[in-house]
């Protein structure tokens, strides 16, 4: 079975300034996609950047981005300049590319705080 | 176009009593997912229904039944509410439940259980 890691229950960082949320995954699968979903105080899970396994580079989407590391298994969040509507729980999540499946397993989530 | 809408945002009710909650997902979505979110965890898949027919279920007990009606929407029951019920209700559509593509998240319906 598949699983998620966050390791990291809370993290904070100053306005302006970069951070790092960590995610490690256990699958034996070699087809399967990974993402990093963003939930705010008003609970809507939002999309932050996606990865597909077969893909070698990065992912990027603005000022977010990922290092995604096969084979050690390792899918980390970097957020540069950071601002106060980052503020959010951060989810790591993994989804099965052998099946046709929707189903996504989540991490427990990794709580950001920017402080001004 | 409106995103995926479900209802109501609230519910409280007692242990042994049933629930249903719904989803309406975007427009042209087919696929639609529901999924448990206990306080201080991550969601946790329940079930997957595309086209009418269940794709997919998490490890839930027989209590939880959902089902999917032609214009796509959804419900999710709950029978016989236990304490370990409450929890934020989420749920997903996508275009044609593919890996590949990317889900869409609702607001979700916060339940309480007492």
């Known amino acids: 079975a598949q699983t998620v890691t966050q390791s990291q229950p809370e993290m904070s960082v100053q306005e302006a300034e970069t951070v790092t949320l960590s995610c490690t995954y256990d699958?034996?699968?070699?087809?399967?996609?990974l993402f990093w979903y963003k939930q705010p105080p008003s609970r809507q899970m939002i999309l932050v950047i996606r990865?597909?396994?077969?893909?070698?580079q990065n992912a990027t989407e603005n000022r977010f981005s990922v290092n995604f590391q096969k084979a050690a298994k390792s899918f980390s969040l970097k957020i540069s300049d950071s601002q106060l509507g980052d503020a959010a729980m951060y989810f790591c999540?993994?989804?099965?590319?052998?099946?046709?499946?929707?189903?996504?397993?989540f991490g427990t989530g990794t709580r950001l705080q920017v402080f001004p | 176009d409106a995103g995926v809408t479900q209802s109501p945002t609230h519910l409280i009710k007692t242990r042994g009593q049933q629930v249903t909650l719904r989803c309406s997902p975007i427009?042209?979505?087919?696929?639609v997912s529901w999924y448990q979110q206990v306080l201080g965890q991550g969601p946790q898949f329940i079930f997957q229904?595309?086209?009418?027919?269940?794709?997919g279920r998490g490890n839930f007990p027989d209590r939880f039944s959902a089902r999917q009606f032609p214009n796509y929407s959804s419900e999710l029951n709950v029978n016989a509410l236990l304490l370990g019920d409450s929890a934020l209700y989420l749920c997903?559509?996508?275009?044609?439940?593919?890996?590949?593509?990317?889900?869409?998240f609702g607001p979700g319906t916060r339940l309480l259980v007492l």
């Open positions: 229904y595309y086209e009418k027919e269940e794709r």
């Open positions: 427009s042209g979505h087919k696929s």
């Open positions: 999540a993994y989804r099965s590319g052998t099946y046709n499946t929707d189903k996504l397993i």
């Open positions: 997903a559509s996508s275009q044609f439940g593919a890996s590949r593509e990317t889900q869409y």
């Open positions: 990865q597909e396994a077969y893909k070698q």
């Open positions: 699958t034996s699968e070699s087809d399967y996609y």
